[in-house]
């Protein structure tokens, strides 16, 4: 293996048979450990996500280190409710047992995180992979070196290598050559839909259990009963936040075709108020990630009309917040996950014909719903499935601790956040403890005879 060794990993499965990672204390001393730690280099997180995406500390604060800390708290606040075993009821076949679901941690777990949220996306399911009692191997994307170098530095301060080892490099050689040489017992992937794939199939050859958060073009509906004022703040304020560059971001607007040009009108406002006249200089305005991913979106702008924005800088790496309409609904634009500063604008007649464009690409992650009608927001809530989804907001969702957050289909399989990272990482076991006192003959052969008693039963 290129520079992680089988002895590392085998040496990571002995301590976590042990036992060392499952009693309550000691996982809510790592999680302490690890708040103490990322509070610490608050500092050099701000400057390295600066580095890497010119995020501002406050933008950071909201959606990377920040985003963990509040993911921490919530979780050592509820790790031993989590931990108790769910008492389930026994049915009348089973009586006089008892019933219960214990929760068992599942082992040496791989998280591989993208480049986009480079320190939140790595280390939140790393939260819920500690609290449930795992060892973890985490690798973090090779396209955000500046974080790489911090979360290293966190990790390594303050965790053994045979509990949490981390792991940098260029994902196509170092994971393979961790997943063909050794069976995890769960991968949790975040990335493209594309590499997604390639993970699922190396997971397949060992039957280990994945959970794939994917990408995918999340649509935002404006219908003709939306209040277009707060509509268009919401969508600008996600839209170009990390410059587009966000799973959940919406991806392509729906409007109805009576409030087009207003909505038009609010957005290049708000554009303007939020990232200024001058969005390169704006500590508002990130930056995309690298020269590939900035030609590839400029590629884009060729598939119909900039109505606001469309100026590019590679030097550095700046695309305009850009609003765009005529698109051909054939073009890349529409096929593609933008995932960047460029939106498309569309308008539609029927509910109907809007629906046909959504379904080109199935399963979003997110859907966004713009509506002051309930009954109007419900019907759409029931037409496309989708990860998740809003109500006259977007992208907020993935915030809320409590509700969980991934996709379904081409968006991913899976979900965390909260409690649900704990199940993620836990193996639900099935236990029936039955007494010895009463042990009726009825259970034992011969059977013959006993098949109206069994239909009483069972
Ligand atoms: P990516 O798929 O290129 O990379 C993700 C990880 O996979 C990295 O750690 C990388 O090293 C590794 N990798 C790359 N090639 C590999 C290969 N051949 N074999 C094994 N591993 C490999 O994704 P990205 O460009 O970093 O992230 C952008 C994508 O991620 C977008 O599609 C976005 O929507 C998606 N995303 C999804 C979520 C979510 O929560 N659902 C969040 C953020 C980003």
């Known amino acids: 293996m290129s520079s992680v060794s089988i002895e590392q990993l085998n040496a990571m499965r002995h301590y976590f048979a042990s036992g060392a990672t499952r009693s309550h204390a000691f996982r809510k001393q790592q999680l302490l450990a690890l708040k103490k730690a990322i509070i610490a280099h608050e500092r050099e997180i701000y400057a390295a996500l600066y580095s890497d995406l010119k995020k501002s500390p406050e933008e950071c604060w909201v959606t990377e280190n920040g985003f963990v800390l509040s993911e921490l708290d919530h979780t050592i606040n509820w790790l031993s409710a989590w931990m108790e075993p769910e008492h389930k009821a026994t049915n009348l076949l089973n009586l006089p047992s008892k019933s219960r679901v214990i929760k068992e941690p599942l082992g040496v777990v791989l998280i591989i995180g993208p480049w986009n949220y480079p320190f939140q996306l790595l280390l939140t399911p790393l939260i819920g992979a500690i609290a449930a009692g795992n060892c973890v191997v985490l ?13 290293q530095k966190i990790i390594e301060s303050i965790f053994p290598q045979e509990y949490i080892l981390y792991v940098s490099g260029d994902g196509a050689t170092v994971i393979p050559a961790m997943m063909h040489h050794f069976t995890f017992d769960h991968v949790f992937y975040t990335g493209s839909t594309a590499v997604g794939k390639i993970i699922y199939k190396m997971a397949a050859e060992r039957l280990v259990p994945v959970t794939l958060e994917l990408g995918g073009k999340s649509p935002c509906v404006v219908t003709a009963n939306a209040h277009i004022q707060v509509t268009a703040n ?23 075709v009576s409030v087009k040009e207003q909505l038009i009108i609010a957005m290049k406002k708000k554009i303007v108020q939020f990232f200024s006249e001058q969005p390169i200089h704006s500590h508002e305005f990130g930056k995309i990630i690298n020269e590939k991913q900035f030609h590839r979106l400029i590629g884009y702008l060729k598939d119909g009309t900039v109505v606001h924005g469309g100026e590019y800088d590679v030097q550095h790496l700046f695309i305009a917040p850009t609003l765009m309409e005529s698109i051909s609904l054939d073009s890349s634009i529409m096929s593609d996950e933008i995932f960047g500063p460029i939106l498309p604008i569309i308008s539609y007649d029927t509910e109907e014909e809007a629906l046909s464009i959504i379904q080109k690409n199935p399963n979003p992650l997110a859907f966004y719903i713009f509506s002051n009608q309930q009954k109007e927001a419900e019907r759409w809530l029931d037409k496309v499935p989708s990860g998740a989804a809003c109500i006259n907001n977007a992208s907020w969702h993935a915030t809320n601790h ?38 009726p003959s009825m259970k034992y052969p011969p059977f013959k005879g006993k098949l109206k008693l069994f239909k009483k039963f069972i």
């Open 139 to 151: 690798k973090p994307s090779e396209f955000a070196p500046a974080t790489d170098v911090v979360m």
């Open 234 to 256: 919401r969508i600008v304020v996600t839209k170009f936040s990390n410059a587009g560059q966000m799973c959940i971001a919406p991806d392509y607007v729906l409007v109805h």
């Open 402 to 439: 409590h509700l969980p957050f991934g996709g379904r289909g081409f968006s991913g399989t899976g979900r965390y956040h909260g409690k649900y990272s704990f199940d993620t990482f836990s193996h639900e076991k099935a236990v029936l403890q039955t007494p010895t006192w009463f042990d």
